[in-house]
């Protein structure tokens, strides 16, 4: 079981470049969430999809897309990377259940020049 | 927005001591949850208690929550070295699809 995983680890782009970001559980679970995490400041959510087909705006959408692939991958994509999009990011996963934690990916760096 | 804000933002203890940290939100909740963070890994969760909880205890840790005053602390008694990491508390405001916000997180320092 590996539950949540991400790739790649660290990434460097430049201004204006697009890449997408993967993550992937396998704890079967419904819902899932995108996160980043800036020096000295707590997670804010990005996008989440509640299950399979679904998604949403978190708190600090824009610059951002998301696709919810199938039941087990959640990726994020930044069509024109900025400066400001510099962060780490972290991927997690809740159970189906009424179980109201949230599993966290190791995150993934990114360094937008 | 932030809706927890942990304090102190930094706190350097020794071995063996407890350790205390305070979380204070600002919209009524349905939980309250405490995450650990070690350095450069993902969050990792350690206990929650809700909004008819008053305290919680999982081990070394000892949670309160007093919804008069919208605040929480985390105890953590006989620290260890392995303790030192990051905390943050994340509030749960309802809902199906178990948003949760997240504090700025309290930095805790164990010396051996």
């Known amino acids: 079981n590996a539950g949540v995983t991400q790739t790649p680890k660290f990434q460097v782009l430049k201004t204006g470049q697009s890449m997408t970001l993967q993550c992937a559980q396998d704890?079967?679970?419904?819902?899932m969430y995108w996160y980043r995490q800036d020096p000295g400041m707590g997670l804010r959510l990005i996008y989440y999809?509640?299950?399979?087909?679904?998604?949403d705006k978190g708190e600090v959408p824009n610059g951002y897309n998301v696709s919810r692939l199938n039941k087990r991958e959640f990726s994020l994509r930044l069509e024109s990377a900025a400066p400001s999009q510099t962060s780490v990011y972290f991927c997690?996963?809740?159970?189906?259940?009424?179980?109201?934690?949230?599993?966290f990916g190791p995150g993934t760096r990114l360094l937008v020049l | 927005s932030q809706q927890g804000e942990e304090d102190p933002q930094a706190l350097s203890i020794q071995e063996g001591e407890n350790a205390t940290m305070n979380c204070s939100y600002k919209?009524?909740?349905?939980?309250l949850q405490w995450y650990r963070q070690n350095s450069g890994r993902g969050l990792v969760h350690l206990i929650l208690i809700r909004s008819n909880e008053r305290e919680k205890h999982s081990g070394r840790l000892r949670v309160t929550l007093d919804t008069s005053k919208k605040s929480s602390s985390l105890l953590i008694t006989a620290s260890r070295a392995a303790d030192t990491a990051s905390y943050f508390c994340a509030t749960n405001s309802g809902g199906s699809n178990y948003k949760l916000t997240f504090g700025k997180g309290t930095l805790l320092t164990v010396n051996p």
């Open positions: 999809s509640a299950s399979e087909g679904t998604t």
């Open positions: 704890m079967n679970h419904n819902s």
């Open positions: 919209t009524s909740i349905n939980n």
């Open positions: 997690a996963s809740r159970a189906p259940s009424a179980e109201e934690t949230q599993y």
